[in-house]
């Protein structure tokens, strides 16, 4: 009775212990959230605004950023839809990143543009000082 008074907790914290882990090939899931972010943006640039940048290119940087690869996403992405309403959270949390980073990235692009602005009009103001000047 004694041995099982000891044995039942350590069966229970072995039996837990083994949730935890992940099987072969997946992700942890911080690491599988921030791939699945970043690839969504990629997935979401137009050709026009990727230019001459090869979308493929972008891919292989990020699953190297996050030393993955595209069949370790893959089997996470499958192991990770199993659990649909974890999954849900998770394109929540997916859907905020991407979110956020759309709204900071427009942000840029409107100081960049405004700063073109601003500097094409100090341009064509010294210009126009300039004639003055030489009309003089």
Do not use: W
């Not at 309403?85 to 427009?106: A, C, G, K």
């Amino acid at each position: 009775m004694k041995t099982l008074k000891y044995l039942l907790p350590l069966l229970l914290l072995i039996f837990a212990a083994c949730e935890d882990e992940l099987p072969e090939g997946v992700l942890a899931e911080d690491t599988y959230t921030a791939l699945f972010s970043e690839l969504l943006v990629v997935d979401r640039i137009s050709d026009n605004q990727l230019g001459s940048v090869n979308r493929q290119h972008l891919i292989d940087e990020i699953y190297e950023e996050h030393n993955a690869t595209e069949e370790e996403f893959r089997i996470s992405h499958h192991y990770y839809q199993q659990q649909p309403e974890r999954q849900l959270q998770r394109i929540d949390e997916i859907h905020e990143f991407v979110s956020s980073e759309r709204d900071t990235i427009q942000a840029s692009l409107r100081k960049y543009e405004d700063d073109i602005r601003a500097r094409e009009r100090a341009e064509a103001d010294s210009l126009e000082a300039l004639d003055q000047e030489s009309d003089n």
